[in-house]
Nanobody, 116 residues
């Protein structure tokens, strides 16, 4: 199994920055890719960004050029650097890990609120 613990959410004004962290533990050698999802109030959860074991990255169009996903393999941690935040980025952000190609692990979620 893989366990994920997130940190770094909070309240920020529009145009500001936040960095989310997600520390993985457990069966980390089985990890295929990790990513971040978000769920805005009253909406469905959506993919924000992913990073593969080979460091290939993928972003939803709405965050391209503003968000950066990265990983520190020594710390088993994935980061989401969020710059130029907008009120529409307000959501609960969830860390996700896919392992053994078929199993998903999720973090507990961290609230990000962007005020205008």
């Amino acid at each position: 199994q893989v366990q994920l613990v997130e940190s770094g959410g909070g309240l920020v004004t529009a145009g500001g920055s936040l960095r989310l962290s997600c520390a993985a533990s457990g069966d980390i050698f089985s990890l295929n890719y990790m990513g971040w999802y978000r769920q805005p109030p009253g909406k469905q959860r959506e993919l924000v960004a992913t990073i593969s074991s080979g460091d290939s990255t993928n972003y939803v169009d709405s965050v391209k050029g503003r968000f950066t996903i990265s990983r520190d393999n020594a710390k088993n941690t994935v980061y989401l650097q969020m710059n130029s935040l907008k009120p529409e980025d307000t959501a609960v952000y969830y860390c996700n890990a896919r392992y053994y190609y078929t199993i998903d692990a999720w973090g507990q979620g961290t609230q990000v609120t962007v005020s205008s």
